[in-house]
């Protein structure tokens, strides 16, 4: 099974990176559009995870369930330019860094190898992506909303590639507390 960890975003950011998504693309010459279902904020990749692990991924999640849901917000549009990926890039936030470190933390204590490198939230929208503009003149006809949403769900999520692209699904979910946005 090819395995992450996300948080799923709420409706209302879905719908706003929908709209942004939107307003940019009649600038694409070439690349995909990510499905919105499909989006979401990485904080642990796994790759391939035997099944009979997956009782170790959910001990790990289930201790950081008491953590405080993260109230997020997009900062603007960014590329990873290594990976040809527009994405949306979200403000700085105390309290998601640290529950990807505590998970991060929970699953290294399981055996699980995890990345040490700096860690760069944001949720991908457009893959291998060519504009007729270039990339900071297309992105000012964005249309992105920043504002607050709280991500109050962990996922686990297993990767499926089928014929209609890449599709993920849901295999185990914990739930964090949340205060109002």
Same mark, same amino acid.
């Given at each position: ?6 948080? *799923? ?124 503009? *270039? ?41 964090? *507390?949340?205060?109002?946005?």
């Amino acid at each position: 099974m090819r395995l992450f960890i996300a948080l *799923p975003l709420t409706q209302c950011a879905t719908k706003a990176l929908q709209r942004c998504t939107d307003s940019i693309a009649p600038h694409l010459t070439s690349g995909r559009i990510v499905d919105s279902d499909n989006y979401h904020i990485t904080l642990s990749f796994l790759g391939e995870v035997s099944e009979n692990n997956l009782i170790y991924i959910q001990s790990a999640m289930d201790a950081i369930k008491a953590m405080p849901a993260p109230t997020l917000s997009f900062v603007g549009l960014g590329n990873i330019r290594s990976s040809e990926i527009v994405c949306a890039k979200l403000k700085k936030s105390d309290k998601l860094f640290d529950l990807q470190s505590a998970l991060a933390n929970e699953l290294e204590q399981r055996g699980f190898a995890v990345e040490h490198r700096a860690y760069r939230p944001h949720v991908t929208l457009i893959r291998k992506y060519k504009f007729d503009l *270039p990339f900071a003149e297309a992105i000012k006809y964005a249309q992105l909303s920043n504002m607050p949403f709280q991500c109050d769900q962990v996922t686990l999520f297993e990767t499926i590639f089928g014929s209609g692209g890449v599709n993920y699904r849901p295999v185990y979910t914990v739930k964090l *507390p949340s205060n109002n946005v």
